[in-house]
């Protein structure tokens, strides 16, 4: 049976994989790494967590990076889903949802009042999928980047 738990260090290699597998599906070359995720959930300051999907075998068929938000509109604390993926094979089997799940729990122990994530515009399956747990679109947001380029510039580097 596949159990959801939160990542340990040594998951970090088969999520950094999995990360590329997604970026890849949008034409992306992803910029992280193993050593990079273990710096940032496990760190001296973590920005953020990883629940993972374990199969029998020790193997991973899936996770969902998350971190906690702030929303001055709300006046409350949030959970933002960075990523979910579960691996093509394996869809189909509730563990996306079993993530989300787990993801739901832990923020409400930490007084979550609200889930937020951001889906690429042409993935119709994922707005169907998230759609039936109940997200909803917001009309009036719209995420911008500042590109790292940029960044420096703004930062006056």
């Not at 604390?77 to 960075?82: H, N, S, T, Y």
């Not at 999928?129 to 947001?141: S, T």
């Amino acid at each position: 049976m596949t159990i959801v738990r939160p990542a340990r260090p040594g998951d970090c290699e088969a999520v950094a994989a999995m990360v590329a597998e997604l970026a890849g599906l949008f034409g992306v070359r992803s910029g992280t790494t193993a050593d990079l995720l273990r710096m940032e959930v496990f760190g001296p300051r973590p920005s953020i967590a990883i629940l993972v999907a374990e199969e029998d075998d020790g193997g991973l068929a899936g996770y969902l990076v998350h971190q906690e938000t702030f929303s001055t509109w709300r006046g409350a604390v949030g959970l933002f889903i960075v990523d979910l993926f579960v691996r093509p094979e394996r869809r189909n089997e509730r563990l996306g949802v079993r993530l989300l799940e787990e993801a739901a729990r832990l923020g409400r122990a930490r007084g979550a009042r609200f889930m937020r994530l951001d889906i690429d515009e042409g993935n119709l399956a994922g707005k169907r999928f998230y759609q039936r747990l109940g997200f909803r679109p917001l009309e009036h947001d719209r995420f911008l980047v500042l590109d790292e380029t940029a960044l420096q510039a703004l930062a006056g580097d």
